[in-house]
């Protein structure tokens, strides 16, 4: 059974930091790659970055580069995304996301609350 739990999220003032964790289990986790979704309250899911299976290649949506991190750690099987300079438009359920590229099967967390506010 393939789960994804995320971690790390809460509240934080405008200019904070968060580290969000992808903790994944049954599944060979280098060979997917990963991603992480955000979804505001009235909002549609937006992709915020995405990573590749080794961690060579990254992007992000405009909105959250230079500020969010994504790496990963095959050898403990998890996924992070580091929010730095965060701002209350940054708040949102977010989601980690597992797919693999050769056999478009896929896997989501449960997602994390993330409320940036002062």
């Known amino acids: 059974q393939v789960q994804l739990v995320e971690s790390g999220g809460g509240l934080v003032q405008p200019g904070g930091s968060l580290k969000l964790s992808c903790a994944a289990s049954?599944?060979?986790?280098?060979?997917?790659?990963m991603r992480w979704y955000r979804q505001a309250p009235g909002k549609e899911r937006e992709l915020v970055a995405t990573?590749?299976?080794?961690?060579?290649?990254?992007n992000y949506v405009d909105a959250v580069k230079g500020r969010f991190t994504i790496s990963r750690d095959n050898g403990k099987n998890t996924a992070y995304l580091q929010m730095n300079s965060l701002k209350p438009e940054d708040t949102a359920v977010y989601y980690c996301?597992?797919?693999?590229?050769?056999?478009?099967?896929?896997?989501w967390g449960q997602g994390i609350q993330v409320t940036v506010s002062s």
């Open positions: 996301y597992a797919v693999s590229v050769a056999t478009s099967s896929d896997y």
């Open positions: 049954g599944l060979t986790f280098s060979n997917y790659q």
């Open positions: 990573i590749t299976r080794v961690g060579g290649i990254t």
